[in-house]
């Protein structure tokens, strides 16, 4: 019995075409998750580019408290170098076996009286003028001096002891300024930190809602060719950002 042609033909080409056809709908779908995958990449490099713009943009803003503590934290930095090279200068004139020239030593010790005198902390002055008084008071113990000189060591006294009053004033109002400080640094901070958080929190929604986007748009299209087209178009402002950083 003949066969038809075309009855064979169909036989046979049947299962041909059916497996084409899936091979074909798998290598759609695979080209559809690589396209998606790879929107999914962009989205993830915009979103972490952001935080990261965001992080440092935070850590550069410095609070008007913050940069009041830290000039004065440079301020006892400064102090402590200058008290360090005061140091230095008196080991190297201690040291001198004659190979310093007069003018040398004079260079030198022009140098350390200046750092001494910028150097010197409000509990040093505080130091000093105890100092003072001490050795006034020895004087008046010493029994050698006459009405005169009691009265004007006196009077020496009572300015140092004013000043000393002065001196722990201003010592007491700086602590106080610092500690003010302190407490504003940490409010000011805490109010940044919130409103960074907040910025980044809508940043990261915008950014997941745009990957969404993008994930339906990639999915909505038929072929590899449209997916590219539509990548290609998704990805062009990033691109664009990128050109725009350099």
């Not at 907040?198 to 986007?213: D, F, N, P, T, Y």
């Amino acid at each position: 019995m003949k066969i038809s042609h075309n009855l064979m033909t169909s036989q046979i080409n049947q299962p041909f075409s059916l497996q084409h056809h899936q091979k074909t709908a798998d290598a759609s779908q695979n080209m559809t998750a690589q396209w998606g995958a790879k929107a999914a990449d962009v989205c993830i490099s915009r979103t972490g580019k952001a935080l990261s713009a965001a992080s440092r943009l935070r850590a550069d803003q410095e609070t008007s408290a913050e940069s009041s503590l830290r000039e004065i934290q440079a301020g006892k930095e400064q102090i402590a170098r200058d008290q360090d090279r005061i140091a230095e200068i008196d080991d190297t004139l201690a040291r001198d076996d004659g190979r310093l020239t007069d003018s040398d030593r004079s260079a030198l010790q022009k140098e350390r009286d200046e750092l001494e005198k910028r150097s010197k902390k409000p509990e040093d002055v505080l130091h000093e003028k105890y100092q003072q008084v001490r050795a006034l008071e020895k004087k008046q113990e010493s029994g050698t001096l006459t009405d005169g000189d009691l009265s004007v060591i006196g009077s020496q006294i009572s300015a140092l002891h004013a000043d000393i009053d002065k001196q722990k004033e201003a010592i007491q109002k700086q602590g106080k300024k610092e500690e003010a400080l302190m407490q504003q640094a940490l409010q000011e901070r805490v109010a940044q930190d919130d409103k960074t958080n907040r910025a980044l929190s809508q940043k990261a929604e915008h950014q997941q809602a745009g990957e969404a986007i993008q994930k339906d748009a990639l999915q909505s299209a038929s072929d590899s060719e449209s997916q590219k087209a539509v990548l290609d178009i998704l990805t062009k402002p990033r691109d664009k950002e990128e050109q725009g950083g350099k």
